[in-house]
């Protein structure tokens, strides 16, 4: 089984740019979450899919971001302008609907906002 | 909201016992996590227990959990140098809400 992937493993940007990120998760993972880790702070909550539907976005941090989820699948996340303080690794995490908790983390995509 | 502490640093030697211990706000939380970074790898899912546990054992893994001190640890026996990495402790309300970390706590092993 194919584990969490995530594109671009890494990305360079100037402030004020657009920068897409994609998120495959495991096929059958009904949910679908992102987090961010700051600066080498605590991972940090962003949002979370139950299939094509937000359950929940209140970590999200202003309306640069954007979150969508096509047909269930995939997931984009798009920070429209970037800031500085974006700079970050954004990771992807997915999970089966089964009350089982475990959530599988892809490898990360590092933002660096210049 | 929920806090979750850990110790930025743990250094031990190699083939002793590593003890990783952290502390969270919230007696609600029913999961707690320990989770695995290595170094340039995404994060990896060592092990986890229900808050109605006190221990939980996977071959080196031992997770000790005090519910009453909202305290959890994570012990590695025999430590080894693929060990080294930094341990995310994390908990979460039920079983598909989102996670709250830790800082990490950076283990390195000297010989």
């Known amino acids: 089984e194919a584990g969490v992937t995530q594109f671009p493993s890494h990305s360079v940007i100037e402030k004020g740019q657009t920068v897409t990120l994609r998120c495959d998760p495991i096929?059958?993972?009904?949910?679908l979450y992102w987090y961010r880790r700051v600066m080498g702070k605590e991972i940090k909550f962003l949002l979370h899919?139950?299939?094509?539907?937000?359950?929940?976005e209140s970590g999200m941090p202003n309306n640069r971001f954007l979150a969508e989820r096509t047909g269930g699948t995939y997931s984009t996340l798009k920070v429209q302008p970037a800031e500085l303080e974006d700079s970050g690794v954004y990771f992807c995490a997915s999970s089966r609907t089964s009350g089982r908790p475990e959530q599988y983390f892809g490898p990360g995509t590092r933002l660096t906002v210049t | 909201g929920e806090d979750v502490e850990q110790s930025l640093f743990l250094s031990v030697r190699e083939g002793d016992s590593s003890v990783i211990n952290c502390t969270y706000t919230d007696s609600s939380s029913t999961y707690l996590y320990w989770y695995k970074q290595e170094p340039g790898a995404g994060l990896q899912l060592l092990t986890y227990?229900?808050?109605?546990?006190d221990m939980k054992q996977d071959q080196r893994l031992t997770v000790l959990l005090n519910k009453k001190d909202k305290h959890l640890s994570l012990r590695i026996a025999d430590t080894q140098t693929g060990d080294s990495a930094i341990y995310f402790c994390a908990v979460a309300y039920s079983s598909a809400s989102k996670i709250i970390f830790g800082s990490g706590t950076r283990l390195s092993i000297r010989p």
């Open positions: 899919f139950v299939k094509e539907s937000k359950q929940d």
């Open positions: 096929s059958g993972h009904d949910n």
């Open positions: 227990i229900f808050s109605n546990m």
